[in-house]
């Protein structure tokens, strides 16, 4: 029987691998000055950011006044979680945001690839950086319809 040493000091802080970017082709409508699409350049978000954002997605169900429960809008998160994970373009950039008459970088992000097959590639893209699972990717598939 072999015995593996467990030790600690892999999880030390400062031992993980950074995370890193990664660029993606979600449109083939935007593109440099030699014809090639421009890439998104995504990056994953932490743990606690992911949770926030969850929270502030979170609707509280109430019935004849009363708090019974409530749901997370998952539209909404998929949308808050591809402006977060999105390092270039950035969707909050001011002069951007104007550029379109809106103040949601959400909704910049849904101006920008106005295409769904566009807006489905970033998403699941975002998916796939952030280290989600199939599960949540059947319920980004509900939030693009």
């Known amino acids: 029987m072999t015995t593996v040493t467990r030790s600690m000091d892999m999880f ?37 950011r992911i949770e926030d954002l969850q929270d502030e997605c979170t609707i509280p169900q109430v019935k004849k006044g ?48 106005c295409v769904g097959g566009e807006y489905a590639e970033l998403v699941q893209a975002v998916q796939r950086v952030n280290g989600f699972d199939t599960d949540f990717e059947e319920l980004v598939d509900d939030a693009k319809n």
């Open 66 to 113: 009363k708090k019974v429960g409530e749901t997370v809008d998952w539209k909404r998160f998929a949308a808050r979680l591809a402006v977060e994970s999105t390092v270039f373009p950035n969707f909050k950039d001011a002069e951007l945001l104007a550029s379109y008459g809106v103040v949601d970088p959400c909704d910049l992000l849904k101006e920008i690839l």
């Open 12 to 48: 030390m802080k400062g031992k993980a691998k950074q995370v890193i970017t990664e660029e993606v082709i979600v449109s083939k409508r935007y593109v440099d000055e030699e014809g090639n699409p421009i890439p998104f350049v995504l990056k994953a978000i932490d743990t606690k």
